[in-house]
T-cell receptor
């Protein structure tokens, strides 16, 4: 079974530029998560989707971050404009049914460096 | 204020030594998970504990959930270089939103 795919793996941009990350979850997984992991810290949830609907985006900086999952499968996370403090690893994860206790599976992440 | 505090933050030990890392909170949780994350990869689930006082073993790893379900520990016996990584505890809140701890970075030297 294929795992969670993310691209690109690495991205370097200058502050005030825009960037987008892509995630393809495990086939059939209805729940998709985007996390931000700053160096030396645990992942912080940015947004949680159930199919193509947003369940929780309370920690998403909505003035600059946006995410969509239009067809309930793959998802994109965008930052516009980027700030220095956005330098982090952006992790995507998916789960079949977390309410039933199913595990979340993570992708390898995209490492973003903002100069 | 962090919901989940992990200690120690960093740990460097020799191969063969034993170690324990902790995950503490002032809140009560219905379940708690432990993950290991290696460089360049996403976290991988090791175990889920759900009952107060529960002990689970995974080869050389022993996980315990506190009686009051506010804390947990992970004990590694005879650590090996392959155990090197970032150990994270996590709990679910509300709509099965995962909240992660601050992490313990372990390095096992050969």
């Amino acid at each position: 079974e294929a795992g969670v795919a993310q691209s690109p793996r690495y991205k370097i941009i200058e502050k005030r530029q825009s960037v987008a990350f892509w995630c393809n979850p495990i086939s059939g997984h209805a729940t998709l998560y985007w996390y931000q992991q700053i160096l030396g810290q645990g992942p912080k949830l940015l947004i949680q989707f159930q199919n193509n609907g947003v369940v929780d985006d309370s920690q998403l900086p909505k003035d600059r971050f946006s995410a969509e999952r239009l067809k309930g499968v793959d998802s994109t996370l965008k930052i516009q404009p980027a700030k220095l403090e956005d330098s982090a690893v952006y992790l995507c994860a998916s789960s079949l049914n977390p309410l039933a206790g199913d595990t979340q599976y993570f992708g390898p992440g995209t490492r973003l460096t903002v100069l | 204020t962090q919901l989940l505090e992990q200690s120690p933050q960093f740990l460097s030990i020799q191969e063969g030594e034993n170690l324990t890392v902790y995950c503490n909170s002032s809140s009560v949780f219905s379940s708690l998970q432990w993950y290991r994350q290696e460089p360049g990869e996403g976290p991988v689930l090791l175990v889920t504990v759900v009952t107060g006082g529960e002990v689970k073993k995974l080869k050389r790893l022993t996980f315990q959930f506190g009686d009051a379900r506010k804390d947990s520990s992970l004990h590694i016996t005879a650590a090996q270089p392959g155990d090197t990584g970032l150990y994270l505890c996590a709990v679910t809140s509300g709509t099965y939103k995962y909240i992660f701890g601050t992490g313990t970075r372990l390095k096992v030297l050969a």
